[in-house]
């Protein structure tokens, strides 16, 4: 059974085109043309910009894709490279990434009301606490009963003058 490449290669030499024409139809770089037409897969970066070389490649050729990319499965699990799927995140995630997260989530429009609720409830409530304070505090309701005791006549107040 032909490799991928050797499938390519026929498939573009049986039309008679160049590697200058594949790359300017397919909008695929010649160097990765020929790497493609080598199998020289270790020149890409990932298995996804393989595939798609390799679908375009063969969609411009007529060939069955379906089948070329099955095959081409087959030949990367062979590989060192790509015989595994990268990993999806290859960090652990901070502190400040779940927090980041968190605030992308955010409904603005209720955050932004529940804090005007919040800040009416402590405006109130610190309202509530200095009346109290100050209510507690108030000289007069502190003083003791008041005692009468009569004294002499000239102890009044003068009138005020006119």
Known sequence: MPTVA???RLAREERQLTIEQVAE???IRSDRVRALEAGEFDSFSATVY???SVKNYAKMLKLDEVRLLADLDVELKGTTKFSEPPP???NKQTFLDTLLLLLTRLNWKLG???LVVVG???AAALGVLWWHHHSKSDAPKNLPPAIYQPGNSGDTLPL???
């Open 120 to 122: 009416i409830v402590a």
């Open 6 to 8: 050797d499938q390519l």
């Open 25 to 27: 139809l397919t909008k």
């Open 50 to 52: 393989i595939r798609g």
């Open 112 to 114: 932004f009301a529940g």
């Open 88 to 90: 999806l995140i290859e």
């Open 160 to 162: 005020p003058k006119r």
